[in-house]
């Protein structure tokens, strides 16, 4: 891992996760990641994820894999936690109410 903190970061976002804010959120996430051990994505004000907004976490989730990172997702609504039991991602991302 190329970080240097040991300390948790977390990234809050709110609004919509979707094809135009996605990438936005990957370079958000690749950028903590590889400057900490544990990046927290708190997604309390998300009012919408669509599959770019998947992606995007598979992504930052692979990448935290080959860091020796963490992601964990924090205060996910009704509408993400749903989004991620129907597509089974609920058991691959550490979700944290």
Sequence with gaps: MNGE????????????????????????????IETHREVVLDLSEVTFMDCAGLGALVRA?????????????????????RLLKLTGLHRYLAVDP
Excluded at 5 to 28: Q, W, Y
């Design 61 to 81: 989730r692979n990448q935290a894999d080959r860091c020796d990172a963490r992601l964990v997702l924090r205060g996910a609504g009704h509408c993400v936690v």
């Design 5 to 32: 903190s040991n300390e948790p970061f977390t990234l809050r976002v709110k609004g919509e996760i979707d094809l135009d804010t996605a990438p936005s959120l990957h370079r958000a996430l690749a950028t903590a």
